[in-house]
């Protein structure tokens, strides 16, 4: 017998199904919806809606917050990813999502900036970005040992500022599909991906650890003089 969803996956299913109803009437109308519109597209009353949601910013909060835990189900299901290159794997984040966006172009562009770039500081989507984007660093098996110890939370942080300022350029991308967003994004994941598996500092660092254990750079080497 299958399991009957938990109280908590009803309440996401609920809150999901009001996000989306509300991004397709503003998309749809230009402007934000009223909470009976929404309720009447979501097909429940509106005492249901502010159940979960305290006001009606909340929701499209919620809707951006929650592309993520929605990429994140996306991946539970698709195969091959794990034989991605990391840059590969951070691509297939950042392309991902600005497909989900472009799915509501005008909704995106009328609240993209007032609601989640410019409250970057503590908007649950920012948050959510850098979590998911130090999950894939973390699970790539060619991440350099110098990188695994270099990379901190600091450096997860801002690569989803970056990731931001990707998505931002992409609503208002005007390229035949898409493509300067997807040079931009190979480009830049492209960068990153070689410093952290480029193996280079790896070898530099066991040199000098080498060195060290023999004493090598405790005694004068004749070519530095004195």
Known sequence: MAESPSTENIG???????????????????????????????????????????????????????????????????????????????????????????????????????????????????????????????EHQGVSRTAQILLWDDAYRFLSKEFLHVLKFSIYDSSPDKAKTMALVDHFNGFFSELVTNRIADKGTDLVRFFWDEGIIQRKIPFLGK
């Open 12 to 138: 996401l299913i609920q809150k999901r199904e009001i996000a989306a109803a509300a991004a397709i009437l503003y998309n749809e109308a230009g402007l934000a919806p009223g909470m009976f519109e929404i309720a009447n597209a979501a097909g429940i009353q509106v005492s249901e809606i502010y159940g979960v949601f305290p006001n009606k910013p909340s929701i499209f909060h919620f809707w951006y917050a929650d592309l993520i835990p929605r990429y994140t189900e996306m991946l539970q299901e698709a195969e091959g990813f794990d034989q991605l290159t990391l840059s590969e794997k951070l691509s297939n984040l950042m392309l991902t999502i600005t497909d989900m966006l472009d799915e509501f172009p005008v909704f995106v562009k009328k609240t993209f900036d007032p609601l989640v770039f410019k409250n970057q500081s503590w908007h649950p989507f920012r948050h959510n970005s850098t979590a998911v984007i130090k999950q894939i660093v973390e």
